[in-house]
Nanobody, 116 residues
Framework: QVQIVESGGGFVQPEGSLRLSCVISVPESVFNQHTMAWYRQAPGKQRELVGRVSSTGTTVYTDSVKGRITISRDNAEKTVYLQMNSLKPGDTAVYYC????????WGQGTQDTVSS
C-alpha cells in the first residue's frame, strides 16, 4: 500500500514562510513518472489544488498563490516540496500532496496556521 507522509506545517505569523515536504513510498522509477500536486483544505471548505510539478519539473500554480509559492521535487528522494512565502490568514489549511491523476490514498496532511 502506498503511503504519503506530509510534514513541515506549523503556526506562523502573516508574511511568514513555511516549507512543506511530502514523501511517497513508491519506487523512484514510478515516482519519476508522476505529476505531483499540493492540495489544501481549509476548515469548512472542499480540498483545492494549490499547484503541481511535472516529472520534468514544470510547475503550474493556482492564481490565489501564484508569486508566493514554489513547488519542487527531488526524484531520488521521492519527495515533493512546497515553499510558501508572504503567508496570509487565508492560507490556513491542512496541506496534502498526491499525484494529479488516479490519486493514491490520502496522507494525514500537515496543518498550516497563519495568524497574528
Amino acid at each position: 500500500q502506498v503511503q504519503i507522509v506530509e510534514s513541515g506545517g506549523g503556526f506562523v505569523q502573516p508574511e511568514g514562510s513555511l516549507r512543506l515536504s511530502c514523501v511517497i513510498s513508491v519506487p523512484e522509477s514510478v515516482f519519476n513518472q508522476h505529476t505531483m500536486a499540493w492540495y489544501r483544505q481549509a476548515p469548512g471548505k472542499q480540498r483545492e489544488l494549490v499547484g503541481r510539478v511535472s516529472s520534468t519539473g514544470t510547475t503550474v500554480y493556482t492564481d490565489s498563490v501564484k508569486g508566493r509559492i514554489t513547488i519542487s521535487r527531488d526524484n531520488a528522494e521521492k519527495t515533493v516540496y512546497l515553499q510558501m512565502n508572504s503567508l496570509k490568514p487565508g492560507d490556513t489549511a491542512v496541506y496534502y500532496c498526491n499525484r494529479v491523476t488516479n490519486h493514491y490514498d490520502w496522507g494525514q496532511g500537515t496543518q498550516d496556521t497563519v495568524s497574528s
